[in-house]
């Protein structure tokens, strides 16, 4: 079974920074990275590919979150910068395991993290 556990959430500024970390279980997966805010449906971030030359990422979070991945380590990051009052939310590690690229669907994914909170205060 595999394991997705995320770390590095918590409590800033608006215009400030936080790096999520995912310390994942067994082989290299292509992983993403979704966020769910009180009221709404879980929505895409960002992906990367097994490799990490490919990344995708919403338009909402463009120039300033940036995903990446340490492969010998199987850890993912989650860079983000300028944080907005609109990036609060519940942010999950995902992994898919029959794909290598980027997928920004949330059925595309077939492991998930229990989630941490970011809540970023105007």
């Known amino acids: 079974q595999v394991q997705l556990v995320e770390s590095g959430g918590g409590l800033v500024q608006a215009g400030g920074s936080l790096r999520l970390s995912c310390a994942a279980s067994?082989?290299?997966?292509?992983m993403g990275w979704f966020r769910q805010a009180p009221g709404k449906e879980r929505e895409f971030v960002t992906s990367?590919?097994?490799?990490?030359?490919?990344?995708d990422y919403a338009d909402s979070v463009k120039g300033r979150f940036t995903i990446s991945r340490d492969n010998p380590k199987n850890m993912v990051y989650l860079q983000m910068n300028s944080l907005k009052p609109e990036d609060t939310a519940i942010y999950y590690c995902?992994?898919?395991?029959?794909?290598?690229?980027?997928?920004?669907?949330?059925?595309?994914?077939?492991?998930w993290g229990q989630g941490t909170q970011v809540t970023v205060a105007s």
């Open positions: 995902a992994a898919g395991r029959y794909w290598f690229g980027v997928r920004t669907g949330v059925v595309d994914y077939d492991y």
């Open positions: 067994g082989r290299t997966y292509a």
């Open positions: 990367i590919s097994t490799s990490g030359g490919r990344t």
